[in-house]
């Protein structure tokens, strides 16, 4: 079992930042995958970004290229997600998600575990 714990949502204006972050409870090198994914009112689960954390391998969703960085702390069992330039679009529930096992990660769209979710809301 991998427990995920998200900090850091929030509500900002448009143009502004907000870090999320997420801690795992085990050793992040012991995923495949951890990454970060959304879901708007009315609009289905999508994947935001993601990391490899055994050798940093990113991946992201074309409409946060170049706004958003994720990033991975080994020593604190950690990702954040540093999200730049906001946009009303980006007002989602962001949930932390974790894949251990085969079949699972960014490429598959699957992850087999999750947290709560942390509330991120921009205002124009």
């Known amino acids: 079992q991998v427990q995920l714990v998200e900090s850091g949502g929030g509500s900002v204006q448009a143009g502004e930042s907000l870090t999320l972050s997420c801690k795992a409870s085990?050793?992040?090198?012991?995923?495949?995958?951890m990454g970060w994914r959304r879901q708007a009112p009315g609009k289905e689960r999508e994947g935001v970004a993601a990391v490899d954390p055994s050798d940093g391998t990113t991946y992201y969703a074309d409409s946060v290229k170049g706004r958003f960085t994720i990033s991975q702390d080994n020593a604190k069992n950690t990702i954040y997600l540093q999200m730049n330039d906001l946009k009303p679009d980006d007002t989602a529930m962001y949930y932390c998600v974790a894949a251990t096992g085969g079949n699972l990660g960014w490429i598959y769209n699957e992850y087999n575990y999750w947290g709560q979710g942390t509330q991120v809301t921009v205002s124009s």
């Open positions: 085990t050793d992040l090198r012991r995923t495949n995958s």
